[in-house]
């Protein structure tokens, strides 16, 4: 498995991750078998949240899962995220919370769930608006003093925000996860599109690409293989005839799955991305994991993009 140095920390890491989020609706068993698939592959970086699941029930089954295993913590890289408050009934999203006593909070409830003395990476989740960046540092004090937390970083966030961040606190934020995939590439069709009035021109993110790149800031790219609706997958999708046929012959030059040629084509981005994948499948990890490699052409990338529909100006 190829690695990286998440945002040039030292944290040397798989280039594919293994999200967690669907072993909430799964038994240690079951979870265990996806665990020992993505460590047998290279895959011993892990990503979390305290709201996958009601509870925390993910961060709960992976910790069991270690167990039934007997994983030594050492050979595993764990990440996990704070700031989304959920409902009594856990159903609905009803506050982002980015204060001390939160964050502080939430990461020690996640410590315990997940059966872990520190937590490599800690993000925050969803942009809190109300934010006072002054108590995000505090917190990010109070955890790493206490060794309950190695490194910090963001999700879903953008440039201004965590350059509002970072001014206030020492640690630098190390990743930024984004979803990104080939149907959801908002981050570079607007470059493509530069100083032109369509649809794709518009910068929805604030140019976050280049600036993680400059900042050095590793992103993760979240859901590869969704639909934007989370309807499905795009693999084999009828939606998508033409994508599918391109994934298909490059498949059979690579000698890999369509699901491997996908990531690989996210791969083969020089910003250098981590790719959290969220299948449970073993087959499919296993599948996904030839992606490290296959290093398609430039050619190839272009023609993958624009088989979804994108055009180049």
């Not at 004090?141 to 961040?165: E, I, T, Y």
Request: hydrophobic content about 45%; overall charge negative.
């Amino acid at each position: 498995m190829k690695t990286i140095d998440l945002g040039k920390s030292g944290m040397i890491a798989p280039v594919i991750a293994f999200g967690c989020m669907r072993m909430r609706d799964m038994d240690a068993k079951d979870a265990a078998r996806a665990v020992q698939t993505a460590m047998d592959n290279g895959i011993n970086f892990f990503d979390h949240a305290d709201v996958y699941g009601a509870h925390g029930r993910a961060e709960e089954v992976f910790a069991a899962a270690v167990i039934e295993l007997g994983m030594a913590r050492e050979d595993m890289i764990i990440q996990t995220k704070c700031g989304i408050v959920r409902s009594v009934d856990q159903k609905s999203t009803i506050a982002f919370d980015f204060s001390k006593e939160y964050i502080i909070s939430a990461t020690e409830g996640s410590l315990r769930r997940l059966g872990t003395d520190y937590i490599d990476i800690l993000l925050l989740h969803r942009p809190d608006t109300l934010v006072e960046p002054e108590e995000v540092a505090a917190a990010f004090d109070n955890l790493h003093s206490r060794g309950l937390v190695r490194h910090f970083g963001v999700s879903n966030q953008s440039p201004a925000k965590m350059r509002l961040l970072q001014k206030y606190t020492k640690h630098r934020l190390i990743v930024n996860q984004l979803q990104f995939s080939i149907v959801n590439t908002g981050m570079v069709d607007f470059g493509f599109n530069m100083n032109m009035k369509n649809a794709a021109s518009v910068d929805h993110d604030g140019g976050v690409l280049e600036y993680c790149r400059l900042e050095d800031i590793t992103i993760q790219a979240w859901s590869p293989f969704r639909l934007l609706d989370w309807s499905g997958v795009f693999i084999d999708h009828p939606d998508y005839p033409e994508l599918n046929a391109v994934l298909a012959r490059l498949a059979e030059k690579y000698n890999v799955s369509k699901d491997a040629i996908a990531a690989a084509w996210i791969l083969r981005h020089p910003a250098n991305m981590q790719i959290i994948i969220g299948s449970m499948n073993p087959a499919r990890i296993a599948d996904v994991a030839c992606a490290v490699d296959v290093m398609i052409t430039r050619e190839e990338w272009y023609e993958v993009y624009m088989a979804v529909g994108n055009r180049l100006p």
